[in-house]
């Protein structure tokens, strides 16, 4: 079963920043988020992960609470091609083995 | 970056027969590679663990005799859809993790299935 939960949708003017929300309670210490988008149709494209400290690339930053049971996924000025479902993971550790569960993912829609 | 090339992009196979799908990590070695199945409007749901070498792990469910998985090299796997029928038709999709723990996982493009 996942272990995160997210807004089902969201929408964001284009231009400005999304922010989206991820829960993730149940999360244990050596299990790192991970956010991925997927495009109709297309694989899900990697945006970024972490374990607990903030972490920022080209595409989007990523702000883990302290206590590691939230982040905020936050795209920093929204255009039209980032309407998407975009999936928060948390990346699961069983006996040595790994494996990324997939929750229900938040469709964001950015309006012109 | 990683690429994971998975082959067919899309195919239409008869009731009963079988189809293959690859997967293929094109500029990294790829111990292990998952697969998902994806039906209309859902989420990705993991059919299973993909080791080089040994046996493939299966969550609850998946018919291990129905979807045959084999990774034979660092750098390919493939599933195998068997007697394939309509219910089956769904868009499957492969992802290889590049590096240690903590590195990201590219995914496949993704195979659209259709049983007739």
């Known amino acids: 079963d996942a272990k995160t939960t997210q807004p089902t949708s969201m929408d964001c003017a284009e231009g400005r920043a999304a922010n989206l929300p991820c829960n993730h309670s149940t999360i244990s210490g050596n299990e790192y988020v991970y956010w991925y988008r997927q495009i109709h149709s297309q694989g899900p494209q990697y945006i970024i992960h972490g374990l607990k400290n903030n972490e920022t690339n080209e595409m989007a930053s990523l702000i883990i609470t302290e206590d590691r049971k939230s982040s905020t996924l936050i795209l920093p000025h929204a255009t039209l091609r980032d309407t998407a479902v975009y999936y928060c993971?948390?990346?699961?550790?069983?006996?040595?083995?790994?494996?990324?569960?997939f929750g229900k993912g938040t469709k964001l829609t950015v309006n012109p | 970056g990683a690429v994971v090339s998975q082959h067919p992009s899309r195919v239409i196979c008869k009731s009963g027969t079988s189809v293959k799908i690859e997967c293929r990590s094109l500029d990294f070695q790829a111990t292990t590679m998952f697969w998902y199945r994806q039906f209309p409007k859902q989420s990705l749901m993991l059919m299973a663990t993909?080791?080089?070498?040994?046996?493939?792990?299966?969550e609850q469910g998946v018919e291990k005799d129905k979807f045959l998985i084999n990774h034979a090299s660092l750098t390919l796997s493939t599933l195998t859809v068997t007697s394939a029928h309509p219910e089956d038709s769904s868009f499957y999709i492969c992802s290889a993790r590049q590096g240690l723990f903590g590195y990201g996982y590219t995914f496949g493009s993704g195979t659209r299935l259709t049983v007739v």
């Open positions: 993909s080791n080089e070498g040994s046996k493939a792990t299966y």
């Open positions: 993971i948390v990346r699961v550790l069983q006996g040595g083995s790994e494996k990324l569960v």
